[in-house]
């Protein structure tokens, strides 16, 4: 079976290609830490590379523990996950797992809105009010 190919990473560092689209401080905030030696996310995205080609078209499944089943894009290998689940299937579950632990992730924010709208109805939230 062959791997999915994944395009040349370009000579520059994941965080030179990251600072390109920083706010000022967080430059400066990058450009500190990288002085003194810090590691950040970027270094270590860096050190992963490259990265699996499945993984990157969604074509990796670890939802069970007779995986990981990849799917081959190319028609040469597997078609199916060992639960029978399509390329098509293992992209929605990556998908919709993906987006539910993001949301989930955040839902403090929603109920600390709610909260905060509570009381606002009854009064009780100093500096805001419903116009």
Known sequence: MSTPT??????TTAL???MTGMDPASRQMAERAKGIGLELVWDRYQAQQPSCGFGNLGLCCTVCNL???????????PSLGACGATAE???ARNL???????SAC????????????????EGKARGYQIT
């Not at 109920?111 to 109805?121: C, S």
Request: aromatic share 2%; hydrophobic share 35%.
């Open 6 to 11: 994944r395009p040349v990473v370009s000579p």
């Open 96 to 102: 919709l797992r993906n987006a539910a632990a993001g």
């Open 89 to 91: 299937i293992i992209t």
């Open 67 to 77: 995986g990981p089943c990849r799917i081959d894009p190319f028609g040469q290998g």
């Open 16 to 18: 030179d290609r990251a």
């Open 106 to 121: 955040h839902s403090d924010h929603g109920r600390h809105m709610a909260h905060t709208l509570k009381l606002v109805a």
